[in-house]
């Protein structure tokens, strides 16, 4: 069997989440089918996405990596201006689509690639929903698309474009009970093949953390942060959480941030920041800390919260995050916040308390080796693809909608459809499915709201009443009157014979004829009211001169 493995980025020293989730699962499932990674040649700058590596083929720990060209570098005020618009304001089909191609990477090439050579492979992985590849990639190849989506609760989830990805791809293998739930939530993709996988990592066979101490000359406790350091990681609330809660103590715990810095790191006695560390130095910190902290907002696994408890230490983890909570719980082997007194009494819990901190450790270890030990997730990708290829595709890729739906704004914003999304941790049993949660529309319709609105159905009337309206063509006559003998069968004309229509005529009857030499019909077909007729002597009946 042979399987492609298609990325945004791919190399050994790439350190994202998704990234490096993709080269830890393309180098695991070698041992078991063949391998290759198709990606594009964008390298560190994840913000531009710009050409940093040559296109063509290249072997990274002995997998064959194939990279494209990335046609435009991402401009950041043109995708800021889609993002804007997508997000939080109603709009069409077509402008989802230019902001999938603002963000970036956009390869053509790549996709194409994908399209020419659909038969060299039994399957492809596309890792991260959200990016150019994947959304083209998965409609080009769905009868044998898999999508790890890493989807997080942010705006993007809520877009129309995706739903049909989800319920149209062969499989998804989800990182956690919650990014499952967000996304059955929003796709109804409960049909498709999936489960919860997420992912193990390479963590040492022994790790010194007093060799961490004595090279970078730490004597201190302290706690630990590492990944991206910046806005949407939390880390500024970290900041302000941890400068507070150090100026009640005299003698307190120090904190160590290892990461690449976009925002400004505070000049603080007891903030270390180390920038970006080797593996081996990484894993000898984690090994000297007394915890992990993880103040992300948005999190569709958290890569090295597992690490923290595959080596035996607790984490710390901010409760606005479903994700962080929920793995806390289901391990018990990590504690939550959501403000700052919260964050200080649980800091200090463990901080005082090596009782807890080394049962939280226990169970940190015993988490990852139950869910998150290689053999168990290769396991659950081996038997993945040997049921799917012992399955045929059930399903179609739903097509896009055409030209003139495209460019009808009937969309909700983004924003608003993932607010209806099911929220908090998943706990085993707990009905995921929200009480209110209205369906979003097929992506080539518009929204409920917007939709014209069937007629209503005409009130009931009696079988007397229909015949005699059909009879004289002016509509249901007042209760106890009948219609005054005469040679055409019609009431006498005059005020007193002509029935007063209080209500409009229920839609589905007969349209009025136009009386003879009269101009009542002509009235009615234009919605205007039947005009008076002067009395022009002798008791007409109605179709005489004189009607005005």
Not at 116 to 125: K, L, N, T, V
Not at 410 to 432: F, H, M, T, W
């Amino acid at each position: 069997m042979k399987v492609a493995v298609v990325v945004q980025r791919y190399g050994a020293d790439i350190n994202g989440g998704a990234e490096q989730h993709a080269r830890y699962v393309a180098e695991h499932l070698a041992k078991h089918v063949q391998v290759e990674v198709l990606t594009t040649c964008a390298h560190r700058d994840y913000i531009s996405w710009k050409n940093e590596l040559p296109a063509g083929l290249e072997v990274v720990n002995g997998i064959p990596v194939h990279r494209f060209p990335v046609a435009v570098e991402r401009d950041p005020i043109e995708f800021a201006k889609w993002s804007a618009k997508v997000f939080t304001q109603s709009h069409s089909l077509r402008d989802e689509l230019a902001w999938l191609d603002a963000e970036g990477p956009t390869s053509p090439a790549l996709v194409d690639h994908i399209k020419a050579h659909e038969a060299d492979y039994d399957f492809f992985i596309f890792f991260s929903f959200r990016y150019h590849h994947s959304f083209h990639g998965c409609r080009a190849v769905a009868s044998k698309a898999i999508l790890v989506p890493t989807a997080e609760r942010d705006g993007a989830l809520g877009l129309g474009i995706f739903p049909p990805v989800f319920r149209g791809i062969r499989a998804v293998m989800y990182n956690s009970f919650e990014e499952r739930a967000l996304i059955q939530g929003v796709a109804n993709n409960q049909s498709v093949p999936g489960v919860v996988v997420g992912v193990g990592s390479e963590i040492p066979e022994r790790s010194n953390g007093g060799r961490f101490r004595q090279k970078f000359e730490m004597r201190d406790r302290f706690a630990i942060y590492v990944g991206r350091i910046d806005a949407n990681k939390g880390c500024l609330e970290l900041f302000e959480f941890f400068e507070h809660y150090s100026a009640s103590l005299v003698d307190g715990m120090h904190l160590v941030l290892v990461g690449t810095p976009h925002v400004p790191i505070p000049k603080h006695p007891r903030i270390h920041h180390l920038g970006f560390l080797e593996d081996q130095d990484k894993y000898d910190a984690m090994a000297a800390a007394e915890l992990l902290i993880m103040p992300s907002y948005l999190e569709s696994l958290s890569m090295v919260a597992l690490e923290a408890w595959a080596m035996g230490k607790p984490v710390l983890a901010n409760a606005k995050c479903d994700v962080l909570q929920g793995q806390c719980i289901r391990s018990n082997a990590g504690l939550f916040y959501d403000n700052f007194h919260e964050f200080a009494e649980t800091l200090r819990a463990i901080d005082s308390g090596p009782s807890l901190q080394a049962a939280l450790g226990r169970n940190g270890r015993a988490f990852f080796e139950r869910n998150y030990a290689w053999p168990v997730i290769e396991k659950k990708y081996v038997d993945m693809l040997e049921q799917l290829s012992k399955e045929t595709p059930a399903r179609t890729m739903e097509p896009m909608p055409g030209w003139f739906t495209r460019r009808r704004r009937s969309l909700p914003s983004a924003d608003s459809i993932v607010k209806q999304l099911p929220n908090g941790p998943y706990r085993e049993g707990r009905n995921q499915k929200p009480e209110v949660r209205s369906e979003r529309p097929a992506v080539s319709q518009p929204p409920v709201q917007n939709r014209p609105q069937p007629p209503e159905r005409p009130q009931f009337q009696p079988r007397d009443q229909r015949r005699d309206q059909r009879r004289d063509h002016r509509g249901p006559r007042p209760e106890g009157r009948r219609p005054a003998d005469s040679a055409q069968g019609r009431p006498a004309a005059g005020p007193q014979s002509r029935p007063k229509q209080d209500s409009p005529r229920p839609q589905g009857e007969p349209q009025a004829l136009r009386p003879e030499g009269g101009n009542r019909g002509r009235d009615n077909r234009r919605g205007g009211r039947p005009q008076r007729r002067r009395r022009s002597g002798g008791g007409g009946n109605g179709g005489g001169s004189g009607a005005k």
